[in-house]
């Protein structure tokens, strides 16, 4: 199965990428998290990143490309993924696809998470994630408390803020969303495997949403 998971930033879609992974056996795999771990170990990739990610613009897709195909060669990825956080920009998508129907594959559902520029501000501002890179927990200080503060509830691990979620990062964000990756919704819609999900900022996605929305897929 492969699912493609499209949602401003702040919309859940780290959070329901995890949900997918618990109900379904696929790999998870964001981009984002690709290029912070690439940053955190300053590898060369990562020194060039910083800059981009912090300004909140979007990472060249010549890079992006590179990283994502490594990631799907990998064995365990082969029963499925579940992709967060790209395709992020039309050249992305276009090349996805050919990649993968260059393996007989092709996506099963792009998930549309849909949530005002408001609700977003306010999930992003809010948002805590775990320091342990292999547990990567999300909280909302607001909506999804973590039980005692500034502590992981899974693995007991100090929670951190990431560094582009702040309010001068995050209206970036929202406008490169806007230009950069609506597109791709358009792009998805018009090959008919767009999926619409609306949410407001207090929502939260179920593992039951996971299995209602996989039984939607089009054979
Ligand atoms: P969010 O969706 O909350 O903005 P991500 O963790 O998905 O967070 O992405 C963080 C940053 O990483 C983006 O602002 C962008 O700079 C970079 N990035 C992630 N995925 C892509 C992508 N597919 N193409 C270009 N840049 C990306
Ligand atoms: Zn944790």
């Known amino acids: 199965m492969i699912i493609v998971l499209l949602g401003a930033p702040g919309s859940g879609k780290g959070t329901v990428a995890k949900l997918f992974t618990e109900v379904v056996n696929i790999e998870h795999i964001s981009t984002g998290d690709i290029f912070r771990e690439e940053i955190e170990n300053g590898t060369e990739i990562g020194k060039k990143l910083e800059k981009t990610m912090v300004r909140g613009s979007l990472v060249p897709d010549e890079i992006v490309i590179e990283a994502i195909e490594q990631r799907l060669k990998r064995p365990s990825a082969q029963n499925g993924v579940v992709l967060d956080g790209f395709p992020r920009t039309t050249k992305q998508a276009e090349y996805l696809k050919e990649m993968l129907s260059k393996q007989g594959k092709k996506i099963d559902m792009a998930i549309q ?31 999804n408390k973590p039980r005692q503060e500034g502590i992981c509830d899974k693995c007991g691990s100090s929670l951190i803020r990431r560094e582009d979620d702040n309010i001068e990062t995050i209206q970036r964000r929202i406008k490169t969303y806007h230009t950069r990756s609506e597109p791709v919704i358009k792009y998805f819609e018009n090959e008919g495997l767009l999926y619409n999900v609306d949410l407001k900022a207090e929502d939260k996605v179920t593992k039951n949403d996971i299995k209602r929305w996989i039984k939607e897929i089009k054979n």
């Not at 005002?116 to 909302?140: F, H, L, P, Q, V």
């Open 113 to 143: 998470l849909k949530i005002s520029d408001e609700d977003i501000i306010d999930r992003t501002i809010e948002r805590r994630i775990c320091s342990n890179k292999k547990c990567g927990a999300i909280y909302n200080l607001k909506y």
